[in-house]
């Protein structure tokens, strides 16, 4: 079993910046890719940001490309994500994951999941 905790949300204006961070109780494996996603009010659950188990491929979606980067840790048994430039969109519930594979996309295949941070941007 694998749990995950985020943690460094809150409340910042737009045009602010944030760094979340995702601790896992036990090693988190290079075979493993991390993820994070995020679900505003209302709204399904939508992918962020991935990275491949030894970090060197990563992924992000449309909406954040080029504001947020993730990061990982192994050694820490952390993942990160470092939010620049933010919006009044990026308001949501943000959760790390881990995926069953090396390096995914897919919400579903990802396994263990964390119990959320809530970001809010004022505008």
């Known amino acids: 079993q694998v749990q995950l905790v985020e943690s460094g949300g809150g409340l910042v204006q737009a045009g602010g910046s944030l760094r979340l961070s995702c601790a896992a109780s036990g090693r988190i494996s290079s075979s493993y890719g991390m993820g994070w996603f995020r679900q505003a009010p209302g709204e399904e659950r939508e992918f962020v940001a991935a990275i491949s188990g030894n970090g060197g491929r990563r992924y992000y979606a449309d909406a954040v490309q080029g504001r947020f980067a993730i990061s990982r840790d192994n050694a820490k048994n952390t993942v990160y994500l470092q939010m620049n430039s933010l919006k009044p969109e990026d308001t949501a519930v943000y959760y790390c994951?881990?995926?069953?594979?090396?390096?995914?996309?897919?919400?579903?295949?990802?396994?263990?999941w964390g119990q959320g941070t809530q970001v809010t941007v004022s505008s």
């Open positions: 994951a881990r995926s069953r594979a090396y390096f995914s996309i897919n919400p579903n295949e990802y396994d263990f």
